[in-house]
C-alpha cells in the first residue's frame, strides 16, 4: 500500500538532523514530498554551506524511511548559504553550540538520579554509593558515575581502584557490588591538582557520559561536586534529569546552602526527590545515649518547608566512614542500613513512573 503525503510527514518527523535530537520536520525542512507511482520525491531545504549535508541528510532520510516506503525513495537537499533569515541548526555553528539544544546524554539509562548538597563534606558520596548499591540489591540495572570532578572519591568508596579498560576509544565503566560505574578518578592521577575551568568541566562531564560505554540501566546515580556551579548545570543541560536527592547535615549553615541548591535544580525543572539527612545523631557506645552534634530535625523541618519528602536520618557511625574507606559501603555490611537505604529507594521509585 503507497502511503500518502501526510503519512510521509508522520515518518519524517521521527528523523533527526544528523548529530542532532530534533528532527527535520519541527526544522522546518521539508519542502515538500511527492508521490509518484512508483516511489517517493522528498525536497529538504537546508541553511548550510557544508556540503557533505546532503549526503547525510540522504543516508538518515532513507534509514529512517526505506522500509516503510515502498518503491523508489529519492532525497533532493537544497544547501541555502548567506542571508540572514536563516534557520535551522546550519545557521553557524552558535546553534550547535547552545548546550541546551545538544542531543541528550545516557539515553540508554531510564532514570538519572543526581545527589546533591550545597555544602560540601556531607556525605553526598557516602549516601549515592550506598544508594546505587542498594538499587542494585532491590533488582534493579544500576550505576554510579561520580561527577565530582573536583574530588572524585566515589572509586574508594566502591573499592575500584583499578584502571577501566578502553576499547574502540570509549571506557568500559567497572563492576562493583553489582553496580557499573566510573569516576573522574579512574581518569586522572589521583594527586593530580587540576584547575578546571567552566568548558573543561563542560568537556570531562560530557567525556564520562559519551565516551563510556554504559549499559541499558534502569538507574544512573551521579554524585554530583557541592554547590551549584558548572558540574550542576552540565549535566541539568546534557541529561534528562529524573531528579535529585539532596543530602544535607542537621545545623543551619549546612541547610542555607541545601536550599540554594534546591532552588537551583527547580529553576531547571528537575524534581527534588526528598532530603537525606546526614549526621543525624551520635549514639554513644558507653552509655547508649544520643547526642545531636550538628542539631536536631534541620531535615526534617526543611523537607517540610519544601514539601518534598525525608528520606531518610543517618546517624553519625563509624562504620560508616571505616566501611567507606575500605571499599565496602555500609549497606553491603549491616542489614540496617541495607533495610534503611531499601525504604528510600522504595520512597524514590514511588515518585518515579
Ligand atoms: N553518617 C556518617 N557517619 C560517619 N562518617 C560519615 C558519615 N557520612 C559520611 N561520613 C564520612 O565523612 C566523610 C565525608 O563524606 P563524603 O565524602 O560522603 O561527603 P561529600 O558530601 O561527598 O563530600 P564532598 O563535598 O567533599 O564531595 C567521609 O570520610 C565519609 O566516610
Ligand atoms: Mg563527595
Not at 114 to 125: D, N, P, Q
Request: aromatic share 4%; with cysteine; charged share 20%.
Amino acid at each position: 500500500m503507497a502511503l500518502n503525503r501526510d503519512e510521509i510527514l508522520d515518518l519524517l518527523k521521527q528523523v533527526n538532523y544528523p548529530g542532532l535530537n530534533r528532527d527535520l520536520v519541527s526544522f522546518g525542512m521539508v519542502q515538500d514530498v511527492e508521490i509518484l507511482p512508483d516511489g517517493v520525491n522528498i525536497y529538504l531545504e537546508v541553511a548550510s554551506k557544508d556540503p557533505d549535508i546532503p549526503r547525510r541528510l540522504d543516508a538518515v532520510v532513507k534509514r529512517g524511511l526505506e522500509a516503510k516506503v515502498p518503491g523508489r525513495l529519492q532525497v533532493f537537499t537544497k544547501l541555502k548559504t548567506g542571508g540572514e533569515s536563516e534557520a535551522g541548526p546550519g545557521h553557524g555553528h552558535a546553534h550547535a553550540q547552545d548546550p541546551n539544544q545538544l542531543p541528550k546524554l545516557l539515553n540508554q539509562v531510564k532514570h538519572v538520579v543526581a545527589v546533591a548538597s550545597g555544602k560540601g563534606g556531607v556525605g553526598k558520596s557516602a549516601v549515592a554509593s550506598n544508594l546505587a548499591v542498594a538499587l542494585a540489591a532491590a533488582g534493579y540495572r544500576t550505576g554510579l558515575l561520580d561527577a565530582d570532578i573536583y574530588g572524585p572519591s566515589v572509586q574508594l568508596i566502591m573499592g575500584t581502584l583499578e584502571r577501566p579498560f578502553v576499547q574502540d576509544n570509549k571506557i568500559i565503566p567497572l563492576e562493583a557490588h553489582g553496580v557499573h560505574m566510573l569516576s573522574i578518578g579512574h581518569l586522572i592521577e589521583e594527586d593530580a591538582a587540576m584547575i578546571w575551568r567552566g568548558p573543561m568541566v563542560m568537556q570531562a562531564l560530557t567525556q564520562l557520559m559519551q565516551d563510556v560505554l554504559w549499559p541499558e540501566l534502569d538507574f544512573m546515580v551521579v554524585d554530583m561536586p557541592p554547590g551549584t556551579g558548572d558540574a550542576q548545570l552540565t549535566m541539568a543541560q546534557r541529561v534528562k534529569l529524573s531528579g535529585v536527592v539532596v543530602v544535607t547535615t542537621p545545623q543551619e549553615v549546612a541547610l542555607i546552602d541545601a536550599r540554594k541548591a534546591i532552588t537551583m535544580f527547580r529553576k531547571v525543572e528537575v524534581p527534588i526527590l526528598g532530603i537525606i539527612e546526614n549526621m543525624s545523631w551520635f549514639q554513644c557506645p558507653d552509655t547508649g545515649r544520643r547526642h545531636h552534634i550538628f542539631g536536631q530535625g534541620g531535615g526534617a523541618r526543611e523537607a517540610v518547608r519544601q514539601q518534598v519528602p525525608l528520606l531518610a536520618e543517618l546517624p553519625i557511625d563509624i562504620r560508616i566512614r571505616e566501611s567507606g574507606d575500605l571499599g565496602r559501603p555500609i549497606v553491603t555490611q549491616d542489614p540496617v542500613y541495607a533495610e534503611l537505604f531499601d525504604q528510600v529507594v522504595q520512597a524514590i521509585c514511588r515518585q518515579l513512573p
